[in-house]
């Protein structure tokens, strides 16, 4: 059970026990919100250096296609 950072037990029962489970809903949501941008700059950053990346392999194999027709 997931308890707030206040110094409050939580057995008390004057109706802070809803607030805290309400707060913890919204700790949750915050946590998937955050989890979620940074998946999203992943693979934004991803995409981005694979597109960068991407003319570098396509002479890369063009070479070695060469090289091996050459030699063949």
Do not use: W
Not at 9 to 15: E, I
Not at 30 to 54: D, F, K, R, T
Not at 60 to 70: D, F, V, W
Request: hydrophobic residues 35%; positive net charge.
């Amino acid at each position: 059970m997931l308890f707030s950072t206040r110094m409050d037990s939580p057995k008390q029962k004057n109706g802070r026990q809803h607030n805290d489970k309400r707060r913890r809903g919204a700790t949750l949501m915050e946590y998937l919100i955050m989890i979620s941008l940074i998946v999203v700059v992943c693979l934004i950053a991803i995409g981005y250096v694979g597109q960068q990346n991407s003319g570098n392999m396509n002479a890369s194999s063009s070479a070695i296609s060469n090289s091996l027709k050459k030699g063949s």
